[in-house]
């Protein structure tokens, strides 16, 4: 998967980048987990397997929650980007404007 490898030598970057690296990396694969289990679960015509795969779906939401919120007490952007924009009502976009003035 291209998303694993670094594009910078191992040995030039800092602990901390390389461990935002390994998250960042577990969130993009959770989250392609949770896409091929309902794509699948849309698919299937056996009701018993549809209920396990979204079960498995919902599993790899709940370890994406978990890395998430690991990026956001690890980094301060993180942190300061997801409380400005997650859990807000209203338009989206609107509040992207709101928030930088344009």
Known sequence: MSSE??????????R?????HYAITSLMEEFEAV???????????????????????????EHAAMVLEWMRRNDAEVHEQLSEYLFKDGSIAGHEEEATGK
Do not use: C
Not at 5 to 14: F, G, I, M, T, W
């Open 5 to 14: 490898a670094l594009h910078v030598a191992r040995e030039k970057l800092s």
């Open 35 to 61: 896409d091929w289990y309902r794509q699948r679960a849309e698919d299937t015509e056996d009701p018993e397997l549809k209920k396990i795969l979204l079960h498995n779906a919902r599993e790899e939401l």
């Open 16 to 20: 901390k980048t390389l461990e935002m």
